[in-house]
C-alpha cells in the first residue's frame, strides 16, 4: 500500500508540476500546502473596450453601451459589475498566479449586436474560466457564456498580476475574440477568432488564512542568486550568462479598415525565455518607470513586425511596423519564477495581444531604435518631446494608424501569390536574433468592402519570412537560387538572396532582395557585376511604399549596375527591398557589393548569383559586342 501511495503522489507531483519546473527546485517543508491550496477571485469591474470600427467594418453595430468614438478604441470603455458570487480558483504556490483552472465571475449588464440578419443579445453573462481554450503561456483564459449557456465570446492573452498589498487580482490587456457558435448566429463564418475588442478586469482577491510563503524568503532553490544578467558568471562554471529569447507563437488578421484602399493588420505574438538555470535574465521594465540594472535605465524589448508577398518570382515587404515599446512580462511555465513581472526569468513565457499591439501608449518609431544593440533613449524621444524625461501627457501614437503596419489592399489577394507575416522582438544582448523573429504563411483575400481576410496556412516557423524564398546560406548554381546571411562585426546582420529565371531564347531573369535585419549603418548602395553593353529589359524595384517619386537610383558604370538610395530612403533594419531584370547573360557565381551609410560608407561583398561578364570581355579588353 506504502509503494501505490508513493506512486500517485509522485504522478500527481508530476502532473501538478509538468508546466511549472521551478517547483522541481524547491526543497521546503511548506511545499505540499502551497502546491495544493488556493486563492480565490471575485466581484469587482470588468471593462470591455470594443473596436468598433471593426465591428463596423463586417457590418456590425454595438447597442447598449452609450455613446463611443469610432477613431479611438480605447477611450471609451464599456463597464460591467463582477456580481460577489462563485468566483474564480487560483493556484499560487510561494506567491506565483500559475494558473486559473476552476470558477466564474459573473457580471450585471447587458448589450446587443446590431447586423443586417438582425439582433444578437448578449445577456446574463458569465465569465468562465477554460482549461479548453486556454493557449501557450496563458495563466488563464475565458469563455463569455450568456444565460442559455452558449459560448458568445473567448478571452485570453491575458495579463494577470496579484497585487497582495491591496487584495486585488487585474486581468487586463486580454484578446476578445467571436466564438464559432457567435459566427454562426451573425451569418458571418469568416469572424471566427477575429479579435473584436480589449478586456480589463479588477477584480477582489482573497489570500488563504494562514498566509503564504514567499519565493523569495527561501533559501536555495532556483531563485538563489538572481537576476543573473547578461555577462554576468554563471554560478555553475563562471563563464558569461547569455540571453536567449525565441518567439513562439504567432497569430494576424485586420485591425481595421482606413479607406483610400489601406488597411491595418496586426499581430499578436508569444515568447519565451529558452535559456536553462545557466542562462540569463532579461530585464523587462516599463518606459518612464526609473532606473533599474543592470543598465541603469528602463530597459525592455521592442516589437516590429512586417508583411511580404512573394509574387512572380520575386520577393517584396508590403507592410512595416513601428515599434511596441514592451511592459510587462507574466512568466508562465518558467524555470525559475522569481516574483517579478518586469524580469523573464529562465524557462518562463509571455504573451502579447492583437489590441495590447494596437495601443498608441507603446507605439513608436523604428528610428529611434539602434537595433543591433538593442538601445533606446527615453529622454526626448517621441513619448517625451518636451525632453523632461517623463511620458508626455496623452503622449504615443494616434487610435488608427500612426506606428502601425499599413498595408495598401491593391497589393493583397492578387492570384498566385503568397503572402507573410513577421514578428520580432528586439532584445538586447540576445545572443541569437534569428530565433526572436519568426512568420507565418496567410491566405489573404480582399472582401466587397475592401477589408483583408486572412487565414493562416503553417505554422510558426523561427526566422525571417524570406528563410522560405531562399534557404539561408545556400548556393545553388544549376537551381538558379542563392543566400547568405552577413554578420558585419559590431555592425548588424544582413540577407543577401537570389533567385534567377530562364525565360528561354538566351534571357535569364534575375529577382534579388536585401534584408537589413539590424544593421544600424544602413544600406545606400547596392552594386551587381553587369556588362555596360548588355541590354536590360524590365527593371523592377519595390520598396515598402507607394512612393515612386523615392525610388533608388540606376548608374551603370565599369561593368557594374549600381542602385543608389536617396536620402532619407536608405535601406534601414527590419526592412527588405527588392529588384529584378532580365538580361542575355548567363548565371555565374560572383559578388555583389554593398556600402553602409553611417560608416564611413564601408564596403562589404556577398557571394551570389550574378550574370557572367567574362564572356564579353577579351584579355586585351577589346569587348565582344556581338559575340554571334
Not at 470591455?48 to 447598449?64: A, P, R, T
Not at 477554460?130 to 493557449?135: G, N, T
Not at 536608405?570 to 553611417?598: C, H, K
Request: charged share 20%.
Amino acid at each position: 500500500m506504502k509503494k501505490i501511495t508513493t506512486v500517485l503522489f509522485s504522478l500527481f507531483s508530476l502532473i501538478c508540476h509538468a508546466n511549472e519546473p521551478w517547483l522541481d527546485y524547491i526543497n521546503d517543508e511548506n511545499k505540499s500546502k502551497e502546491t495544493h491550496q488556493r486563492w480565490h477571485a471575485d466581484g469587482g469591474e470588468l471593462k470591455i473596450m470594443f473596436f468598433n470600427d471593426l465591428l463596423q467594418d463586417n457590418g456590425i453595430k454595438v447597442l447598449g453601451i452609450g455613446k463611443y468614438d469610432l477613431s479611438n478604441w480605447e477611450k471609451t470603455p464599456f463597464s460591467m459589475t463582477i456580481r460577489n458570487v462563485g468566483g474564480l480558483s487560483l493556484k499560487v504556490p510561494y506567491g506565483n498566479l500559475i494558473d486559473i483552472d476552476k470558477g466564474a465571475l459573473h457580471l450585471s449588464g447587458q448589450f446587443s449586436w446590431r447586423t443586417d440578419s438582425g439582433l444578437v443579445e448578449f445577456n446574463g453573462l458569465s465569465l468562465k474560466a477554460s482549461s479548453r481554450y486556454k493557449k501557450q503561456g496563458d495563466v488563464v483564459a475565458f469563455e463569455m457564456v450568456n444565460d442559455k449557456g452558449e459560448t458568445l465570446l473567448y478571452m485570453d492573452h491575458v495579463h494577470a498580476l496579484l497585487d497582495t498589498r491591496n487584495n486585488f487580482l487585474t486581468m487586463d490587456n486580454m484578446d476578445v475574440s467571436v466564438s464559432p457558435l457567435l459566427a454562426k448566429q451573425l451569418g458571418r463564418p469568416e469572424m471566427e477568432g477575429v479579435v473584436i475588442a480589449q478586456a480589463h478586469a479588477k477584480t477582489n482577491l482573497t489570500l488563504p488564512l494562514d498566509g503564504f510563503v514567499d519565493i523569495n524568503s527561501l533559501k536555495g532553490g532556483s531563485c538563489t542568486n538572481r537576476p543573473l544578467w547578461p555577462g554576468e558568471p554563471r554560478p555553475s562554471d563562471g563563464q558569461p550568462a547569455e540571453a536567449d529569447v525565441a518567439l513562439i507563437g504567432l497569430e494576424a488578421q485586420q485591425r481595421r479598415n482606413l479607406g483610400n484602399d489601406k488597411v491595418v493588420i496586426t499581430p499578436s505574438a508569444r515568447l519565451k525565455n529558452v535559456g536553462d538555470l545557466n542562462g540569463a535574465d532579461v530585464a523587462w521594465y516599463s518606459k518612464f518607470s526609473g532606473t533599474f540594472q543592470p543598465y541603469n535605465n528602463a530597459q525592455h524589448p521592442f516589437l516590429v513586425w512586417n508583411m511580404y508577398r512573394e509574387f512572380d518570382g520575386r520577393f517584396e515587404q508590403i507592410g512595416v511596423s513601428g515599434v511596441k515599446h514592451a511592459f510587462l512580462t507574466i512568466n508562465s511555465n518558467c524555470l525559475a519564477n522569481c516574483s517579478n513581472s518586469h524580469i523573464l526569468w529562465p524557462g518562463c513565457e509571455d504573451i502579447y495581444g492583437m489590441g495590447n499591439n494596437d495601443s498608441g501608449g507603446a507605439l513608436g518609431p523604428r528610428e529611434e531604435i539602434e537595433a543591433f544593440g538593442g538601445l533606446w533613449e527615453q529622454q526626448c524621444s517621441f513619448f517625451d518631446q518636451d525632453c523632461n524625461n517623463q511620458m508626455d501627457p496623452g503622449g504615443g501614437s494616434n487610435s488608427t494608424d500612426e506606428n502601425r503596419m499599413v498595408v495598401d489592399t491593391g497589393n493583397l489577394g492578387v492570384a498566385g501569390a503568397r503572402y507573410f507575416v513577421s514578428a520580432w522582438y528586439v532584445i538586447r544582448d540576445d545572443i541569437n536574433i534569428f530565433n526572436t523573429m519568426g512568420y507565418k504563411e496567410f491566405n489573404v483575400t480582399v472582401d466587397v468592402n475592401g477589408n483583408a481576410v486572412m487565414s493562416a496556412l503553417s505554422n510558426l516557423q523561427n526566422g525571417p519570412a524570406s528563410d522560405q524564398y531562399v534557404a539561408p546560406d545556400t548556393f545553388d548554381l544549376v537551381g538558379g537560387t542563392a543566400s547568405e546571411r552577413i554578420l558585419r562585426a559590431g555592425e548588424g546582420h544582413l540577407t543577401v538572396a537570389v533567385k534567377v529565371q530562364d525565360m528561354g531564347g538566351g534571357l535569364f531573369r534575375y529577382n534579388y532582395m536585401v534584408e537589413n535585419h539590424d544593421y544600424d549603418p544602413q544600406v545606400q548602395t547596392i552594386s551587381v557585376p553587369l556588362h555596360d553593353t548588355t541590354t536590360m529589359t524590365d527593371f523592377e524595384f519595390v520598396d515598402t511604399d507607394e512612393d515612386a517619386n523615392n525610388n533608388w537610383n540606376l548608374l551603370r558604370s565599369n561593368n557594374m549596375l549600381t542602385l543608389q538610395a536617396p536620402t532619407g530612403n536608405e535601406l534601414d533594419w527590419g526592412i527588405l527591398y527588392s529588384f529584378s531584370f532580365t538580361v542575355n547573360a548567363e548565371p555565374v557565381t560572383g559578388e555583389i557589393t554593398l556600402t553602409g551609410l553611417e560608416n564611413n560608407n564601408d564596403s562589404f561583398v556577398s557571394t551570389m548569383i550574378v550574370p557572367d561578364v567574362t564572356d564579353l570581355i577579351f584579355e586585351d579588353s577589346f569587348e565582344n559586342v556581338n559575340p554571334d
